[in-house]
Every structure is written in C-alpha cells, then in structure tokens.
C-alpha cells in the first residue's frame, strides 16, 4: 500500500512523458495503486520493473506523488523544522521539499515566529492530508540509554504550570524538568543542557538545570551577590519572602535562596535586618 509521509521502495509500472508511474507491486494490473514520480525525478537509465526509493506526499491538488528527495522529517518522526511562512490557518514548515508541511494553530503549544524554528512531529490528519504537531509527547521513545546523573540536551516543547517543563531529550527520549525543579529558567522553543535526576520505570527521564545541591550552592550564592553588588549592596525582602517573589527575581526556588543566602551569611559577606538582605562592608 502507498502511504503518504513514507519513505517507500517501488516499482517503476510505467514511464510516460510526465514521469514514470510507480505501485508496490501487488494487486492485479487493473485495479493496484500507482503513484507519479514526476518526469524529472526518474533516475538515468531506469526502466520499467525497476525499484526506486521515494517519499510519497502530496501536491496542491491533494493528490499523491512521489520523490527522490529525502525529506526533512516524515510520519511518526519528531524533528525541528523552520517556519518559513505564517498564515491565518497556521506555520507552514520548510520539510526540505517544493512544499511546505502545514502547522495548524490548533496544534502550536505556543506561538513561534517566522523564520524560527519549532520542534515538531508529521502526523497524517483525517483528510489524509500530512500535517505537524508541536504536541510530540506521543511521539517521543522511552528507551534512551542515560542513567542518572548523565548530562543531556534537549528541547522544551512544552511548559505546564502543574507538571513542569517537558523536554525532547535529543529531540527524540521523553523527558520532564518536574515543577518542583523548575524555576523559569528555560522557555518553551529553548535548548537546554541538563542533569538526569531519575529514570523512571517506564523509561521517561526526570531532569533539573540546576546542578547537585552541594554545587549549586555556589552558583546561586554568586547570583545573589551579584545581585546584591547591583543594587547598592540590598535586596529589599530577605529569606522568609513569598516564593513567587524570589523566583521572579533569582530564578530559583526558596530553599535553594534560602540555602544561599545562609552560606552567604556564613562566610560574613551578608547580614540579614528585619526587611532586608545586605551586604556587610
């Protein structure tokens, strides 16, 4: 069967002057299903019989045709691809081929710009027709071959305020910076390098930007004196601030500014009043 999106070996049934007409090879002459590889595609020398390699999508008449050119992604394949054009149906992406792979709004998790690119995977929609969805969390393996503590790279595709951030690991293994890790550090559409905290039992990588405790108190620690060092040596809330307060400013979690700044205090570069964070002179 010929399927759309499908990287296909075929068989070359017929060679008219628009091209040569391919099919599978099965089914009787009269009623199997052929599809035109146009006529400047057919490779040198070929002939009736042959078997050619090509990807099969389809043209500005909806109808099915074939290609030598390999493309950029195919169904079921997550890849990022750039958007060369938005419209008021949604992104078309450049897929490597004369035509554009539609991205409809409806399956955008967010809205990216034109000539950005998104990660995204080819899906067949129930017209037939091929079409991307930035929704790839189906599409992703859970089979990656990282362990905990291995460090990754990935791509955002999503961010839920009750999950976290998701990640495409490799732009193909599952992966989730846990709510409880995430501090904003990142944007959806954003490459990311992190730490593997856990591999869960269905094979799903649970991650953090942020390094072991014991070593990221140093960065954070550098962050607030920076801070403090910016800001004539105060910050105007201290330790006990709500935690939305000190993730807008900081980008990191109470605990982990609350451990900061103890160290901080430890080593007497600070000292805490009633109302604010100072540094000592």
Avoid: W
């Avoid at 992703?140 to 990754?152: A, F």
């Amino acid at each position: 069967m010929i399927k759309p999106g499908r990287i296909q070996k075929l068989q070359i049934a017929r060679i008219v002057r628009q091209g040569a007409y391919l099919c599978d090879g099965s089914g009787k002459d009269k009623d199997r299903e052929e599809v035109l590889l146009p006529a400047k595609q057919i490779p040198k020398g070929a002939k009736n019989g042959d078997e050619t390699e090509v990807f099969i999508y389809l043209d500005s008449s909806d109808r099915l045709i074939a290609t030598t050119a390999h493309p950029l992604i195919t169904v079921g394949e997550v890849a990022r691809l750039r958007i060369r054009e938005i419209t008021r149906i949604g992104a078309f992406l450049d897929m490597g081929l004369e035509r554009d792979l539609l991205l409809p709004f409806s399956e955008q998790t967010y809205r990216a710009e034109e000539g950005s690119c998104v990660l995204a995977a080819m899906y067949v929609d129930k017209s037939g027709r091929l079409a991307a969805t930035m929704k790839v969390y189906d599409y992703l393996s859970t089979d990656s071959p990282y362990k905990e503590d291995d460090e990754v790279q990935g791509t955002v595709y999503e961010i839920c305020r009750n999950f976290g951030a998701f990640v495409a690991v490799d732009e193909k293994y599952s992966g989730l910076i846990p709510a409880k890790e995430f501090g904003g550090e990142a944007k959806a559409g954003e490459l990311i390098t992190a730490r593997v905290t856990r591999v869960l039992p269905d094979g799903k990588l649970d991650l953090s930007i942020r390094k072991k405790a014991y070593l990221q108190i140093n960065d954070d620690s550098n962050t607030i004196f920076r801070y403090l060092t910016a800001n004539k040596g105060r910050i105007d809330f201290t330790d006990k601030a709500d935690p939305k307060l000190i993730k807008e400013t900081f980008h990191m979690s109470k605990a982990a500014f609350k451990r900061s700044v103890g160290h901080l205090l430890k080593e007497g570069r600070i000292r805490i009043t009633e109302n604010s964070i100072e540094l000592t002179k």
